[in-house]
Every structure is written in structure tokens, then in C-alpha cells.
């Protein structure tokens, strides 16, 4: 699970130090920096899924792939190609990792630790983009790899520890070739593991960081359009698509895995699609949903709704947009694996208010019960109010809901760490957040007064 990030010179953020709950809300204006700290993960995501191991970073091409950020100076803060893009990433790693120097005795740990903290540089030298500095810590430890020299093409490995340390790499003799820079952003060059005897167990860290990496799952905005039917072979997607569009692939493989879901605790265990429809019946979109095949073996399939209890059954295609809006999102929720990363960007698309105050508590309730953590951008005011009520109601504490208000000033994103007390009160409350309510009631007021003096006169 992401505890922080911390990034300097991306996009319209100067400088960006966040710190993440379980349920992470972002809120605030358009052009406001939102959708760039999101951008960021997705970033360093397809970084890591590039195949192309010179790739420093992966900024995307025209399509099918998580993000197309340009190149380098489209990215960089200011378009200032001479800045150097960094960034911190502080994660809790799924079990307690042990760490051990082999030239010490083999039951001897080095360090112990929960969490893993990656620290990174890129730039350009010339024309080239770079990475020549990386670092994690773990367990007091800093095991890093910079040049031996500034601006030099000749590096090595380096250690600060605990004052009650010894440890140092020691390098093979026979092994006295230079030692290149990190590979991509994340790792360290395959000689660090052959030119030092102790080297070894940084492989670990760069496990980790991209087993944290591959436990973020990502849905944009935009969905795709349902359709009349859908083909479906027997695969097993790692996700329902950036816009929805294997939403029901998804459906069908955990279906046919016969995955069963909860609400968490004792609850009693549901199949997958029955708990997807509970949920849009919950939220008052459909009486019944279920998915079936048309005609034996065809391995063609629908989705097919009824409205309400007096409704003939209908395809998905012939209902209201929200449904297929919705269901992208629930079915994710429920088919990545327990402990993942949810990135959610603008769930409440083409939903109606009451449903975007729902699909908070869908939010609210996997992330518990699955262990999620969800990180939300949205500009809706009844998903954030929602989020409010449910902590003053004792369902949720305060300390696993992070509430975020980000704002450009000058160019520059900003971003207000709302203060949630443990009755869901915003003790911080930013000026025309959801723009100028009372302003509003005022003007409407005064301007039916007007209106009931000139009919009186008239």
C-alpha cells in the first residue's frame, strides 16, 4: 500500500508531498493538477512494464498504453528541460522482509523492516534522458548507486547505516570493470550483483518495487459504450481496460473461477456477478443484472437488466448511460487481488447525485473489506460529502480517509490537506470549494424578490 509521494518538477507540480490513506480523495478545480499526480504512478507503472530495459522512463506513444505524456520536456515543470525530475515513494510492503549479508554468518539479519522508501533522478545530458542517482531504504539502511564522479559515466554502490553498523559492499577483486548507472528508474545494473560479494539482496528492493507497481490498477474517465453483445474465448484479463471496455470479460472469468465476494467480517459470501448486482440494485440503478450466453457454445454473451420488478428484461445497450458507467468501476473493486491499489478517475461520470453519494460507500466498503486502497479524482461534491458523513457516523475513521484540495496559483498546483476531524468535519474548509454556495442562495433570493415587486406594480 502507497503511504507517500513525494515529486519535484512534473507537469504543473513544483513540488508535490502527499500522503495517502486507504481512501484517498482528490478534489478540487479543472487544470487544477489532479489528474497529474495520477499520471505520475502511471508514469513510473509503464516505466516498469516497458520492455525496452534502456527506457529510463516510458512516456507512451499514441495509443494503448496507460499514459501519453510526450516527451521529456512536455513533462518537465516549466518546460524547463535543464531541471531534474525527482521523486520518493514510501510503500508498506505486504509482509515483514528480511534482509542478510552473506559475508557474515547466514542467520545473522542485516536489517528488518514493514515498509520500503525508492528515491529517483532523471534528466537529460545533452539530448539523452538519464537516470544516474537511486536509492532505497529499508531498516535504517540507504543503499544507493551514484557516479563516482559529478556528471560521470563510472559508478558506485554506496551504504549509510545505523551507527552500530558495520556494513560496507566489498567489491570482487577480479571484478574491476567500471560499473554502469541504474537501469530504468527502479534498478540497480545487473554487475552491482556480480561485481560485489554483498550485493545481492537488492534485488529484493527492486522485487518489491515493482510487485507494487504491478498492484495498481488504473480506470480513466472516459467509457466505452456497451454493447449488444460480446465475444468472450475463456481468458482472464488483469483488469477491466482503461475505459471499461473488458468489463464483462472480467465478469465472465471470475464467474467462471467461481469467485464469491463478501462485505467483509462474517458476511455471508456471494458469487461474483450476484454481488456486482447488489451493488447496482443498492444503488438504485437496476432491479436484476446478470450476464448470459446466446445459445450453447456460441461463446457470445449480454448483459441483460431489468429495471424494476414490473420491467421486461432489456440489454445493457438499451438502458440509461449510467449503468455502464458504474459497472467498469464496481467489477474492478472486486476483481483485482486483495491488497491493490484502485486508481479511480472520475467515477461519478453520468451519474445521478444520489448514485455518486453511493458509490462512495461502495468505495468506502471494499476498500475495508478487500483490503483496497482506493485513490479517487473527482469533482463531485456528494461523493466528498458522503466520505464526511460516514466518518461522523463512526462507520470510518477519520485517519484511513485522506481528503485532498489541489489549485493552481501562478502556474503553479498546489495542494490544501483537508483537515477531517473525527466527527467529518473539514476544519479547513477552502474559499468557493464547490464554488460560492451562499452567494448563490443570495443572488437567487434577491432575484426572486425583484421579480415579485415588478408583478406586484405590473
Known amino acids: 500500500?502507497?503511504?507517500?509521494?513525494?515529486?519535484e518538477n512534473f507537469k504543473s507540480w513544483k513540488k508535490l508531498d502527499i500522503k495517502l490513506g486507504q481512501v484517498t480523495g482528490l478534489f478540487g478545480?479543472?487544470?487544477?493538477?489532479?489528474?497529474?499526480?495520477?499520471?505520475?504512478?502511471l508514469l513510473l507503472k509503464q516505466t516498469k512494464n516497458a520492455t525496452d530495459r534502456g527506457l529510463v522512463l516510458d512516456f507512451g506513444g499514441p495509443t494503448g498504453q496507460l499514459v501519453n505524456l510526450g516527451s521529456y520536456k512536455d513533462a518537465i515543470h516549466s518546460h524547463d528541460v535543464e531541471t531534474d525530475l525527482k521523486w520518493k515513494i514510501t510503500w508498506t510492503l505486504p509482509q515483514k522482509a528480511n534482509i542478510f549479508d552473506p559475508t557474515k554468518k547466514r542467520t545473522e539479519v542485516l536489517a528488518t523492516d514493514t515498509s520500503l522508501v525508492i528515491k529517483s533522478v532523471a534528466h537529460l545530458q545533452g539530448q539523452v534522458l538519464t537516470s544516474d542517482f537511486l536509492e532505497y531504504q529499508f531498516g535504517g539502511y540507504c543503499f544507493s548507486i551514484s557516479p563516482q564522479k559529478p556528471g560521470g559515466t563510472e559508478f558506485q554502490l554506496n551504504a549509510s547505516h545505523p551507527e552500530d553498523s558495520d556494513f560496507r559492499f566489498v567489491r570482487n577483486k577480479q571484478r574491476a570493470w567500471a560499473l554502469p548507472g541504474p537501469i530504468k528508474t527502479h534498478l540497480f545494473p545487473d554487475q552491482a550483483k556480480t561485481y560485489y560479494q554483498n550485493a545481492g539482496f537488492l534485488s529484493l528492493f527492486e522485487t518489491e518495487y515493482e510487485s507494487m507497481m504491478d498492484s495498481i490498477y488504473y480506470l480513466g474517465p472516459l467509457r466505452e459504450y456497451p454493447k449488444r453483445e460480446y465475444p468472450w474465448s475463456g481468458s482472464s484479463p488483469l483488469d477491466v481496460g482503461l475505459r471499461g471496455e473488458k468489463t464483462i470479460e472480467a465478469m465472465l472469468s471470475a464467474t467462471a473461477r467461481n469467485e464469491t465476494r463478501n462485505h467483509g467480517g462474517r458476511t455471508h459470501y456471494k458469487p461474483f456477478q450476484e454481488m456486482?448486482?447488489?451493488?447496482?440494485?443498492?444503488?438504485?440503478?437496476?432491479?436484476?443484472?446478470?450476464?448470459?450466453?446466446?445459445?450453447?457454445?456460441?461463446?457470445?454473451?449480454?448483459?441483460?437488466?431489468?429495471?424494476?420488478?414490473?420491467?421486461?428484461?432489456?440489454?445493457?445497450?438499451?438502458?440509461?448511460?449510467?449503468?455502464?458507467?458504474?459497472?467498469?468501476?464496481?467489477?474492478?473493486?472486486?476483481?483485482?487481488?486483495?491488497?491493490?491499489?484502485?486508481?479511480?478517475?472520475?467515477?461519478?461520470?453520468?451519474?445521478?447525485?444520489?448514485?455518486?453519494?453511493?458509490?462512495?460507500?461502495?468505495?468506502?466498503?471494499?476498500?475495508?473489506?478487500?483490503?483496497?486502497?482506493?485513490?479517487?479524482?473527482?469533482?463531485?461534491?456528494?461523493m466528498l460529502r458522503r466520505f464526511q458523513r460516514r466518518v461522523a457516523e463512526n462507520a470510518f475513521e477519520s485517519k484511513i480517509i485522506k481528503l485532498y484540495f489541489c489549485d493552481s496559483v501562478g502556474g503553479q498546483s498546489k495542494l490544501v490537506d483537508l483537515d477531517l476531524d473525527m466527527f467529518g468535519e473539514i476544519l479547513n474548509w477552502p474559499p468557493e470549494f464547490f464554488g460560492d454556495e451562499m452567494t448563490e442562495i443570495a443572488e437567487t433570493r434577491k432575484a426572486i424578490l425583484k421579480r415579485k415587486m415588478e408583478a406586484a406594480r405590473g
Open 1 to 7: 500500500m502507497l503511504d507517500r509521494l513525494y515529486v
Open 29 to 41: 478545480t479543472n487544470s487544477s493538477g489532479k489528474s497529474s499526480l495520477l499520471q505520475f504512478l
Open 276 to 382: 456486482i448486482a447488489f451493488w447496482l440494485k443498492e444503488l438504485k440503478l437496476i432491479h436484476e443484472f446478470k450476464i448470459e450466453e446466446i445459445g450453447s457454445g456460441a461463446n457470445l454473451y449480454r448483459a441483460v437488466v431489468k429495471r424494476d420488478t414490473q420491467s421486461p428484461a432489456a440489454l445493457l445497450t438499451d438502458v440509461g448511460f449510467g449503468v455502464s458507467q458504474v459497472l467498469p468501476a464496481l467489477v474492478l473493486l472486486y476483481y483485482v487481488p486483495e491488497g491493490s491499489t484502485v486508481i479511480l478517475e472520475q467515477p461519478e461520470i453520468h451519474l445521478h447525485p444520489s448514485v455518486q453519494s453511493g458509490l462512495a460507500d461502495v468505495i468506502l466498503t471494499v476498500a475495508k473489506a478487500r483490503n483496497l486502497q482506493v485513490i479517487v479524482e473527482s469533482h463531485s461534491e456528494h
